[in-house]
C-alpha cells in the first residue's frame, strides 16, 4: 500500500536554531501534502497544505514565515521550523494522498521536536 | 459551521471486552467518513471508510457504522486486545472546499490487562 516516510523522527535542537523535516511520498506522486501539528493528548490541527510547484496554503495563526513549507517535487515536501523556541515543541506529522481530493489520506509516522 | 465531535474523550476497558466510540459531525456536503487508528508517537492508520450508502462495515475486529440521516458513526471494538490502546480519530470528509477534511479530537483508548 501508500507509504509515506517522515524523517527524522525525533530531534532536539536549541533555542534558535532551525529544523527541517522531510516528507516523502514512497510508491506514489503526491501533488499535495498537509502538515500538521499535535500537542499531547489533542488531535491534528491543520497547519498548512503543501502544493507541488508552488506556495504552500497556511491555516489561520500559522506563521508562514516561521514554518517553511517546500515542495520541489512530486513526491517530497518539506517542512522547516525557523528560529525554533521551546514552545514549538510538538509532534509534527505530514500526510498525502495517492490520487483525488476524495481517496484516503497516508500519514507519516511523525517527527516529535524537542526545543531546549 | 463544520465540526467533528467525539466521545467519550478517553476510555479503560479490560482486556477482552467490548467498547464502543462515537462521532457525531455537522460536516455538509457529507462525502465520506473515516476512522483512524494513531499509536503513541506514530502516524494515524486508516481503519474503515464509510460512504453515504454504507451502514455498517468490518475490519477485523472492528466494525464501524453509519447513521447518514442522524450524522452518527460508532466504532465497535470486538474482544479488546492490549495493543489496541491507542487514540481512534474520526475524520469526516466534505464533498467541497479546498481544505475538505475535518478531525475529530479522537478518543483515547486504554486496554489493561
Known amino acids: 500500500g501508500a507509504v509515506v516516510s517522515q524523517h527524522p523522527s525525533r530531534v532536539i535542537c536549541k533555542s534558535g536554531t532551525s529544523v527541517k523535516i522531510e516528507c516523502r511520498s514512497l510508491d506514489f506522486q503526491a501533488t499535495t501534502m498537509f502538515w500538521y501539528r499535535q500537542f499531547p493528548k489533542q488531535s491534528l490541527m491543520l497547519m498548512a497544505t503543501?502544493?507541488?510547484?508552488?506556495?504552500?496554503?497556511?491555516e489561520q495563526g500559522v506563521e508562514k514565515d516561521k514554518f517553511l513549507i517546500n515542495h520541489a517535487s512530486l513526491t517530497l515536501s518539506t517542512l522547516t521550523v525557523t528560529s525554533a523556541h521551546p514552545e514549538d515543541s510538538s509532534f509534527y506529522i505530514c500526510s498525502a494522498r495517492d490520487r483525488g481530493n476524495h481517496s484516503p489520506l497516508h500519514f507519516g509516522n511523525g517527527t516529535r521536536l524537542t526545543v531546549t | 459551521k463544520n465540526q467533528v465531535e467525539q466521545s467519550p474523550q478517553s476510555l479503560i476497558i479490560l482486556e477482552g471486552k467490548n467498547c464502543t466510540l462515537q462521532?457525531?459531525?455537522?460536516?455538509?456536503?457529507?462525502?465520506?467518513l473515516r476512522w483512524y487508528k494513531q499509536d503513541t508517537g506514530r502516524g494515524p492508520v486508516s481503519l474503515t471508510i464509510m460512504t453515504f450508502s454504507e451502514n455498517t462495515k468490518s475490519n477485523g475486529r472492528y466494525t464501524a457504522t453509519l447513521d447518514a440521516d442522524t450524522k452518527q458513526s460508532s466504532l465497535h471494538i470486538t474482544a479488546s486486545q492490549l495493543s489496541d490502546s491507542a487514540s481512534y480519530i474520526c475524520?469526516?470528509?466534505?464533498?467541497?472546499?479546498?481544505?475538505?477534511?475535518?478531525f475529530g479530537t479522537g478518543t483515547r483508548l486504554t486496554v489493561i490487562p
Open positions: 503543501s502544493n507541488e510547484g508552488s506556495k504552500a496554503t497556511y
Open positions: 475524520v469526516v470528509s466534505a464533498q467541497t472546499g479546498a481544505n475538505n477534511l475535518f
Open positions: 462521532c457525531n459531525y455537522t460536516v455538509s456536503p457529507f462525502s465520506n
